[in-house]
């Protein structure tokens, strides 16, 4: 008979939450076939049955429902204990695997990573792009250590430590009759066509949100994967859009460009932070990192 390892553990508590082989095993990175035996090795463990297969996911059994639970306590009790050194060091060391929002990362970090680097020579940050709802199901899978992300993370399990607000504004085509407008009134977008990313980003839930409040129309036939591809978009007459400071600072020339940036008035903003999950306490390495990316973007505003 196989030993009870961590490991088993770790994926079946995915598996419980996913409830579906497929989505499961590419939260863990692992293939189908691979998670099965897993689960397979644990239930010839604990000799009894944990899942019940439906023809539209999985069910947990009473005793797969007992068996997660205690099998999130144990875990936890783990991350804790990885974590107990971490949390005794005032400086950032080793290595931090962080989930960055391509809304986000691209256009914040790279001044981040230089500094860390001269001030942190042994500190090793290893970063991979996801959508929102993508980096929270790795981040509780175990596939980062801590995500940066938007509010609002509406989950028990995962810590939301907030760093800045960051004002989104209004994105036209440059021959727009409101390209030149400076501010434009949120009423004023009544007849438009809202573009936004796909409903995977946090930031769609915001542009959907402001297209129901004022009556304009969101493209349901055309979503996009990366502000880029959204900006483009708005240059074609597809529509408008909304855009993080950080993106329209960086990518945006108002003189020279294809689009237009213009304030809204009343302003929306959106909250960035850091995220992690509740069971790794809070480690000083976690708010080290914040710290020193609100930091960052404190230079790069007070620079503009």
Known sequence: M?????????????LSRALQYCRAARQLGISQPSLSLQIAALEEIVGTSLVERRRNGLILTAAGRDIAAKAERILADCDLLVNASATRHDTLTGTLRLGSS??????????VLKRLHETYPEFKLIIRDGPSRDLLDDLAAGKHDLILTQAPILRDDIC???MFREPLHLV????????DAGTVHRRELEQEQLLSLNPAYSLRQQVETLAQSVGARMRDDIDGTSLDAIR?????????????????QSEIDNRKGDVSVVALKPGLDRQVGL????SSGNPASFLHLAEAISAEERRTRATQ
């Not at 391509?102 to 001044?111: D, E």
């Open 172 to 179: 036209v085509p440059r021959d727009h009759p409101l390209a």
């Open 232 to 248: 483009q978009m708005v240059a074609l007459g597809m529509g408008v859009t909304l855009m993080p400071r950080s993106y329209t």
């Open 2 to 14: 196989p030993e009870l390892s961590l490991r088993h553990l770790r994926y079946f508590v995915v």
């Open 102 to 111: 391509p809304t986000i990362g691209p256009y914040i970090l790279p001044l």
């Open 160 to 162: 939301f430590h907030p």
């Open 275 to 278: 995220a992690w999950r509740v």
